[in-house]
């Protein structure tokens, strides 16, 4: 299957600040979604995108597939951003399956 | 309701002892998903319905582990002599159609069972 890495891991903010979340993976794909998994453990759709950029109020993600990497960016964030944050990828070879990463935790502190 | 439905929200059981867990998915969508996820894990695949087939059924551990889905809407997980290992969250997604690739998926809230 294919491989998703997704960094950093664990992520500390101070409320207010911007950071990047970064998702490598190690095929073509043919659908990636980024979710966040709120403490209750909900997956909430974030972006669904295969490719390009997209907004969301303070959130915006971008997929570079012929690279195999998509970001997520969160800015001036807040205390209920804090979770996990999941990409998920699709092959093109292998519908049906999505693959996760293990998550990046994101704690946002006030 | 709007969303993916599942219950229940949470079941213990003892190690040994037979299972089953429910999903509802969204109104219309076709195709639907169970995954199965561990404690600091992001969810792993187990099986994938296309109306009332099971289409991929790959990720399911071992032949204690089934699913139906007989009328193409509601999907009962069905696990036989449960082990210590079972123990996650087991997660139903639904997407509109999953005959060209998934499309966006929705997941329910979960179903988190532990076995004793």
């Known amino acids: 299957g294919i491989q998703v890495e997704q960094s950093p891991p664990d992520l500390i903010l101070q409320e207010g600040a911007n950071s990047t979340l970064r998702c490598n993976f190690s095929?073509?794909?043919?659908?990636l979604q980024w979710f966040h998994q709120n403490p209750w453990g909900q997956l909430i759709n974030l972006f669904y995108?295969?490719?390009g950029t997209k907004q969301n109020g303070r959130l915006s993600a971008t997929t570079v597939a012929t690279e195999r990497y998509s970001l997520l960016y969160i800015s001036s964030s807040q205390t209920t951003d804090s979770g996990v944050y999941f990409c998920?990828?699709?092959?093109?070879?292998?519908?049906?399956?999505?693959?996760f990463g293990s998550g990046t935790k994101l704690n946002v502190k006030p | 309701g709007a969303g993916v439905s599942q219950t229940p929200s949470n079941k213990v059981t003892e190690k040994g002892k037979y299972v089953e867990l429910r999903c509802d998915p969204i109104s219309g969508h076709t195709a639907l998903y169970w995954y199965r996820q561990s404690l600091g894990q992001g969810p792993e695949f187990l099986i994938y319905f296309q109306g009332t087939g099971a289409a991929d059924d790959s990720g399911l551990p071992n032949d204690r582990f089934f699913a139906v889905r007989p009328e193409g809407s509601v999907s009962t997980l069905k696990i036989q002599r449960t082990e210590r290992g079972d123990s996650a969250v087991y997660l139903c997604a639904s997407s509109p159609d999953g005959q060209a690739g998934t499309g966006e998926l929705f997941f329910g809230e979960g179903s988190r069972l532990t076995v004793l």
């Open positions: 995108i295969p490719s």
């Open positions: 095929d073509s794909v043919n659908n």
């Open positions: 998920a990828v699709e092959g093109v070879y292998n519908f049906n399956k999505f693959y």
